[in-house]
């Protein structure tokens, strides 16, 4: 039986450090939205991917794998979204098994309105708290961490 390899002082502690970020951001980014724009985090994400879609319009399958959800947990966020007035579902023109999902209007002006308190939040809480250095190296990492995690770049967060 191997010796686990366990982690230097210094790792352990950049380790922890990583997770509690993991763990106290996403309730940041949830509070600011759910207080400024009545949004959870993740219904702000769906609304942003379409809205940077082209026609606003994308394959309810690719927005799942986009947003890093499974299919009943995104058709019950878009159900939600629907009963806003936020997003529509098409028939898909080429498979008649697909069903797409797609910004409406009303949904566009959420996510134009939304965007500039999500931008600030994340601003105040990641951005400005670190050097124009410390940003290019966070981008470095975080690629270095994608590669190991989406391979297949399914996120669609790597270049």
């Known amino acids: 039986m191997e010796t686990p390899r366990w982690l230097t002082p210094?790792?352990?502690r950049a380790w922890i450090r990583l997770e509690s970020v993991v763990e106290?951001?996403?309730?940041v980014l949830d509070s600011q939205l759910q207080r400024d724009a009545h949004l959870t985090h993740f219904e702000y994400l769906v609304l942003a991917k379409l809205s940077e879609a082209p026609e606003h319009l994308l394959r309810m399958t690719h927005l799942a794998a986009t947003t890093n959800s499974t299919l009943p947990r995104?058709?019950?966020?878009?159900?939600?979204l629907e009963a806003r007035g936020y997003v529509e579902r098409l028939p898909c023109e080429g498979d008649r098994r697909a069903t797409n999902a797609h910004l409406t209007d009303e949904g566009w002006q959420k996510v134009v309105a939304t965007a500039p308190g999500h931008v600030e939040n994340v601003?105040?809480?990641v951005i400005d708290l670190l050097s124009d250095e410390q940003v290019e190296q966070l981008d470095e990492i975080m690629a270095a961490l994608l590669q190991k995690l989406d391979p297949q770049n399914s996120l669609r967060r790597l270049p």
Do not use: M, N, Y
Not at 24 to 27: D, E, M, N, S, V
Not at 74 to 80: E, K, P, Q, W
């Open 123 to 125: 601003r105040s809480h």
């Open 74 to 80: 995104l058709s019950h966020v878009v159900s939600r």
């Open 10 to 12: 210094e790792q352990l």
């Open 24 to 27: 106290l951001l996403p309730t």
